[in-house]
């Protein structure tokens, strides 16, 4: 019986750890996940060594390992699953995507919400091919983290044909 309490003592460790990350993780900023720094790196690892004896305690066996690891996969599912089944509750969780710049206007208030400069919106910009705040129509800060970026430059372009071959013209 003291082996199960043992069992049930992991379990329930490990399942306060992993709401706490969830939590921690949200009120830190989204945008964390998807664009890692060094710096990131070696925070996450670093957690993940601090609460490993809070989550076993002093069970180092393979077995106490298991039951933690089972316990954070299936918490991981049902978390996964609650997700999906109440779409409110992944917005409360994962937050909502935000629009960072419209028409060419940056967002501000959102960049300040999201706490993202003007020199990381500006990276993610010419990552797409873009040189200019006033060439995209629409850049989206994704739930995951990452910046999407919809550019009117792909939208002035048409193909016409002429003599046989195929041209692309610009659109003025």
């Known amino acids: 019986m003291e082996l ?10 490990s399942l306060a750890v992993y709401i706490f990350i969830i939590v921690a993780i949200r009120l830190f900023g989204k945008k964390e996940l ?3 720094s060094i710096i990131d790196l070696v925070f996450i690892l670093l957690i993940s060594n601090a ?7 002093s069970d180092s ?4 390992g298991l039951i933690a690891a089972s316990t954070l996969f299936l918490a991981n599912y049902l978390f996964k699953f609650l ?17 960072l710049i419209y028409k060419g ?20 910009i010419r990552e797409h091919g873009v040189a200019e705040t006033r060439e995209v129509d629409l850049a ?11 550019s009117n430059e792909y939208k ?17």
């Open 83 to 99: 997700i999906y089944r109440f779409p409110k509750l992944g917005d409360f969780v994962q937050g909502t995507e935000m629009i």
């Open 61 to 64: 066996t393979l077995s106490g």
């Open 140 to 150: 989206v800060l994704e739930i995951d983290g990452n910046i999407s970026i919809i």
């Open 51 to 57: 609460v490993q004896n809070a989550m076993v305690g």
């Open 156 to 172: 002035h372009r048409t193909i016409r044909k002429r003599k046989g071959r195929n041209k692309v013209m610009k659109n003025e």
């Open 4 to 13: 199960l309490e043992g069992y049930l003592k992991i379990a329930l460790s």
């Open 105 to 124: 206007q940056l967002n501000k208030a959102n960049m300040v919400k999201a706490r993202i400069s003007h020199e990381e919106i500006m990276e993610a």
């Open 34 to 36: 998807a664009q890692l």
